[in-house]
Every structure is written in C-alpha cells, then in structure tokens.
T-cell receptor
Framework: GQQVMQIPQYQHVQEGEDFTTYCNSS?????IQWYKQRPGGHPVFLIQLVKSGEVKKQKRLTFQFGEAKKNSSLHITATQTTDVGTYFC??????????FGQGTRLTINP | EAQVTQNPRYLITVTGKKLTVTCSQN?????MSWYRQDPGLGLRQIYY???????DKGDVPEGYKVSRKEKRNFPLILESPSPNQTSLYFC????????????FGDGTRLSIL
C-alpha cells in the first residue's frame, strides 16, 4: 500500500535557525496531514493540505503540498525552544487507513 | 472538555495475561483508531473503526483485538500479550473519516515481561 518517507529522522539546530522536514510518496496523495508531538506528549494536529501546490502558514510554520501531490514539507523559520518535538506527516491509505511517516525529531540548542 | 481518555496510562504485566486498554471519547466522533509508537518506527495503526460495529485492520493488527459496541468506546484487547507488544499506545478519534484532524489520547505505556 501507499507509504510515506519522512526525512530527516533527526535535526538539531541552534535557536533562531530554520528547520525543514520533508515527506515523500511514490504515489499521488489525496491529502496530507501534519502533527506535532512534544516530548512525553501525544500527537497534536497542525494542518491538512488538500490542493496541488497549496501553501499554508501558521505564524513561523509554512506548510507546502507539491504540485504533483506526491510530497510535502514543513518549514519553521527562526526556531524557538517551544518548537522542540517530533513532527509527523500522515496520509490516507486505501479506504480509511491512516499512515504516518517515521517522524522528524527536532532538538534545539538555546 | 472535549477529550480522548485512555486507561491505564501505565501498565507492567507478564506474558500471556490478557489485558484491555480502554479508550473513550466525548466528542461524538465516528472514526476511532489505535496506534503503537516505537522508536524509529513512528506511529503505526493497529485497528480503526469507522462507526459502531465497523472495524478494520490497520498495518500491525497481529496479536490485537478491538470492538466498537458503542460510539464513544473503542477498547484494545491483548488476549495473550508478548514482550514484542511492549510499546506506547495511542487512541485517536475524529469526525467522519480518517481525512479529518485526529484527536489523540495521552497514551498508554505497556511493558510486557
């Protein structure tokens, strides 16, 4: 079935640096969701992208959906310590299965 | 307060002793699902349910059972737990289908000795 590859697995940055995580699929996606999980916490929904080439912003976070709807990215500008956590993308496989990427764990040096 | 409640939060048990992890949501959501989270593997879906009495397998259903007798509850049953089921488990729910934002419980950490 459809799978999604998420890279990188880990990213360590200095506070104030930018951060990007990518999700790639070999097949066209109907939509893609992004979640954030703080250390010791549960995943929290951030956003859903549906349209080809879609770009959405939430303060310092920018989400993009590729033109071919096979890839997506999450970019954080000027990271802050509150951005620490693991970021997951999720896609729908088949009828109603939800498949998550492996996640990108972001750590920040203050 | 809208929430997904899992119990217990932590459990240490032994191989072969049947256990149930409960999940309840108060948002009248149709879609509910269970995930396990292991280091380096992300979140993997175990089972999902689109409504009462409608359940289906996710990616890693072996060794697990579920039931959906009521809309609000979706228990996860391990009939004969084994050490490879030691993991962090999350229940989630959403309106409608899986293409809606998922609301997660706080997680259940299971250790099977």
């Amino acid at each position: 079935g459809q799978q999604v590859m998420q890279i990188p697995q880990y990213q360590h940055v200095q506070e104030g640096e930018d951060f990007t995580t990518y999700c790639n699929s070999s097949t066209t996606l109907s939509n893609i969701q992004w979640y954030k999980q703080r250390p010791g916490g549960h995943p929290v929904f951030l956003i859903q992208l549906v349209k080809s080439g879609e770009v959405k912003k939430q303060k310092r976070l920018t989400f993009q959906f590729g033109e071919a709807k096979k890839n997506s990215s999450l970019h954080i500008t000027a990271t802050q310590t509150t951005d620490v956590g693991t970021y997951f993308c999720a896609i729908i496989q088949g009828a109603q299965k939800l498949v998550f990427g492996q996640g990108t764990r972001l750590t920040i040096n203050p | 307060e809208a929430q997904v409640t899992q119990n217990p939060r932590y459990l240490i048990t032994v191989t072969g002793k049947k256990l149930t992890v409960t999940c309840s949501q108060n948002m009248n959501h149709e879609y509910m699902s269970w995930y396990r989270q292991d280091p380096g593997l992300g979140l993997r879906q175990i089972y999902y349910s689109m409504n009462v009495e409608v359940t289906d397998k996710g990616d890693v259903p072996e060794g697990y059972k579920v039931s959906r007798k009521e809309k609000r509850n979706f228990p996860l049953i391990l009939e004969s737990p084994s050490p490879n089921q030691t993991s962090l488990y999350f229940c989630a729910s959403s309106f409608g289908r899986s293409n809606q934002p998922q609301h997660f419980g706080d997680g259940t950490r299971l250790s099977i000795l």
